[in-house]
């Protein structure tokens, strides 16, 4: 694996303040994961063909790791109900975003638009739902990159300070893992907890390791 630089085992070890470990709600804000996302590497022009611009595509690749955590559990039930979940056909658009973005787009508004249309209070099925988000906004990782600032002046924000749209993959993941996001009363703290010490022990190095190969 290729050695994590300090400045992003400096971002892992900053990221899990003690909301994460002791707080009621053990979240890791959005904020806090936007610093991880800048310290993988920095943001290319679009359709940058730069061999040494692999920020984007480690951060691809760590959304892919995220989504695919949540997966497992949830494939009998989300095939069942026709919901979409995140597989390995996502990937496609990583290694040659230039190629298929227009495809890419319009399948990620399909996806969107497909689980807006769901309308239901089962909490069964709105993780199911939550899955779908996750694997939309997985092609919009790989087409556009993580939203985050490159100053990092959104340290302290959260997940209900943006718009659904600008939420990342791993938010996605760690409600479908806690059974519901951190504001759903019925949601597992303990579990969100385990997620989001798992996202930056295990995942965030994993993706930096991939380097310019799909994780």
């Known amino acids: ?27 890791l804000l959005l904020g806090r994961r936007r610093q991880v996302y800048r310290a993988i590497g920095k943001r290319c022009e679009p359709f940058s063909l730069n061999p040494d611009c692999v920020g984007q595509l480690r951060r691809a690749n760590l959304a892919i790791i995220s989504i695919e955590k949540s997966d497992p559990a949830l494939g009998e039930m989300s095939s069942s109900r026709q ?73 302290e924000i959260t997940d209900r300070d943006v718009d659904p749209h600008d939420l990342d993959v791993a938010c996605s993941a760690a409600s479908v893992y806690a059974n519901g996001p951190v504001w759903v009363p019925t949601s597992d703290p303990g579990r969100r907890r385990l997620f989001w010490e798992w996202w930056l022990e295990e995942a965030v190095p994993r993706a930096w390791g991939s380097g310019d190969f799909l994780a």
Request: glycine fraction near 6%.
């Open 1 to 27: 694996m290729t050695q994590i630089p300090p400045d992003l085992i400096d971002a892992i070890r900053r990221a899990p303040s003690e909301a994460v470990r002791k707080g009621p709600n053990h979240d």
């Open 83 to 155: 919901i979409p979940v995140a597989r390995i056909e996502n990937r496609k658009w990583i290694p040659c975003r230039h190629c298929f973005a227009g495809e890419g787009r319009t399948r990620k508004r399909c996806m969107w638009q497909h689980c807006d249309d769901f309308s239901t209070t089962d909490q069964e099925v709105l993780i199911c739902i939550e899955v779908g988000y996750g694997a939309a906004q997985v092609i919009s990782v790989a087409l556009d990159d993580e939203i985050f600032d490159e100053n990092g002046a959104d340290a």
